[in-house]
């Protein structure tokens, strides 16, 4: 009796998820867009660097809504995806992908030393806390295990909030977070503070001024080589 009403429960789900899904695709070509976003660079660096060191054991910080923790799961990974839901802005973001763990990793609840690798894509900057953030991922894998990190990135400067910077996009007033740009500075105390070193570093630029979200957005974002050039980081430790 239970398998007969799981399975049926499980042809309502598909069949909501189907009609959903074909909704929100007529919506996107209505859109007529003309860009991508950074993910394409961000999610391959990180499936380079899970394949590169074997790491099979994955924490997902900052899932949000997206499906990559659940692409990970069908790549083979075994993946505990995470958000900060409790009472914040982040818990009107439902994720239909896979099932997401309620957890604050700047007072993380993850048992240490228990992942091959935390990730955490384009949502640290959302993090005012983010030293603590940043010591929760670390806290989360085993000694030798890797901690990636994406963010927006200016090399010489700090910048608290992209969202709020004179020269940013219109669609930036919406936004209800904060977006930093975090330099080499506070790239080297994540080195310094913590028992880790870095592994490898990509640098990408998706808008034409100097911060994320400032001058003309660049349609298909581009890895550059010259530090100086970005506005974007791709970063990944290595645990001691």
Known sequence: MKSKLL????LIGMSLSQFRLKFLN???LKENKEYIYERSIEYGFVLDILS?????KVLDCGTGSNSFGATLQHCGYLVTATDFKSGSYWSF???RHIPVVDDDITNSKIKANS?????CISTIEH?????????GL????KPGGIVIVTCPYTHDEYYNNVYKHPDSDKLSDN?????QSFSDKEVNEFVNNNPVSILKRIYFKGWEGKFWRTGHRIDFPIKVDNKEEANGICLAFRKQ
């Open 52 to 56: 590169e060191n074997k790491s099979l």
């Open 175 to 179: 936004f209800k977070y904060i977006a």
């Open 127 to 135: 993090i005012p806390d983010y030293v603590n953030a940043f010591k």
């Open 7 to 10: 399975y049926v429960l499980d």
């Open 115 to 119: 992942y091959d690798a935390a990730i």
């Open 93 to 95: 973001f439902e994720n």
């Open 26 to 28: 007529k919506q996107l």
């Open 138 to 141: 670390c806290n989360a894998v």
